[in-house]
């Protein structure tokens, strides 16, 4: 996983919370008075602002760079030629401690979210029930799924830290791989909780194909 602090979210993110606020109320298939709403993922092909170009100039090096750590002695040497897909990118506005639940992402690598509206941290932290948690972003370990039936003692005592909480602010960027499960906590505040969710695709020169699994 990584995280990456947009240096132009105060200007960019106004321009876009307007702009999916509006998007939201003129979706016929929005009920008014709904606490969530997911657009469609083709936003792409539907958003042409300057505002909205660069966040997702940063957006691709983010991810240029990120990969490119991941990756770190296992693509092959001099395969610098990768080509960066967007194979689908949305919005979401939450709000009445609504929550998106369990999940993860599928014909993708990389998946990532992008704050771009949310109350500061102190103001979400002081609701009564909610807490720390509210608007939280949480992430479930692979590792996760062996609590249930797994002998637990000092040994193993390291399988129960299975979850990443990750404290939403404005303008900053979670990336993280397509499989890991992850949820959007339930959030209440004064301010829309508002992110951009996008998967991504890397591709080589010609073929994908890293390993060889023939017989030697």
Not at 40 to 68: H, N
Request: aromatic share 10%; proline share 6%.
């Amino acid at each position: 996983m990584a995280m990456h602090r947009f240096a132009d979210a105060a200007e960019v993110n106004a321009v876009l919370a307007r702009v999916f606020t509006v998007m939201r109320a003129t979706d016929p298939n929005h009920k008014p008075g709904c606490s969530f709403y997911a657009s469609s993922d083709d936003l792409l092909g539907r958003v042409d602002l300057p505002e909205f170009a660069a966040l997702i100039q940063f957006i691709a090096q983010a991810l240029q760079a990120t990969v490119k750590q991941a990756n770190a002695g296992v693509w092959p040497q001099g395969r610098h030629a990768l080509r960066l897909e967007l194979v689908g990118l949305w919005f979401q506005i939450q709000n009445g401690a609504a929550f998106h639940d369990i999940h993860t992402h599928g014909n993708c690598s990389w998946s990532g979210v992008y704050y771009v509206q949310i109350d500061p941290p102190e103001q979400r932290q002081a609701h009564a029930e909610l807490g720390a948690l509210n608007g939280a972003t949480r992430f479930y370990s692979p590792m996760f799924a062996l609590l249930g039936g797994a002998h637990m003692d000092m040994g193993n005592a390291w399988l129960q830290q299975a979850t990443l909480d990750v404290a939403p602010q404005e303008g900053e960027l979670v990336l993280f791989p397509a499989f890991l499960p992850h949820k959007a906590m339930p959030y209440s505040g004064e301010k829309d909780r508002i992110v951009v969710s996008f998967n991504a695709q890397i591709h080589g020169p010609g073929t994908d194909k890293v390993f060889s699994y023939a017989a030697t």
